[in-house]
């Protein structure tokens, strides 16, 4: 499927996830269960989707907001920053 095809709607539930996906990772709370708890089957789809929307996998952004490093992983601010953390 090509980017043409995605609707605005499921835009918006993927960037919702993945800011959920965020808070829980800031939190602490493993990968894992991260995924299960934002509707991804598994890990390795929600790293895949996580690594296209934010631009490193959640490892690594995990790694870059605890050093407050924001700026290694350039799609999205750190979550305190980002416009549907405050929703």
Not at 26 to 32: A, C, D, L
Not at 40 to 69: D, I
Request: hydrophobic share 35%; with cysteine; charged share 20%.
């Amino acid at each position: 499927m090509n980017d043409m095809n995605i609707s605005p709607r499921h835009e918006y539930l993927t960037d919702w996830r993945i800011s959920l996906a965020q808070s829980r990772i800031m939190h602490g709370v493993p990968i894992k269960a991260v995924a299960k708890d934002v509707g991804y089957a598994n890990p390795e789809a929600l790293t895949r989707v996580f690594t296209k929307r934010v631009g490193c996998s959640p490892r690594q952004w995990r790694e870059s907001q605890s050093q407050s490093l924001g700026d290694s992983c350039p799609n999205v601010p750190p979550v305190a920053d980002h416009p549907r953390a405050a929703a």
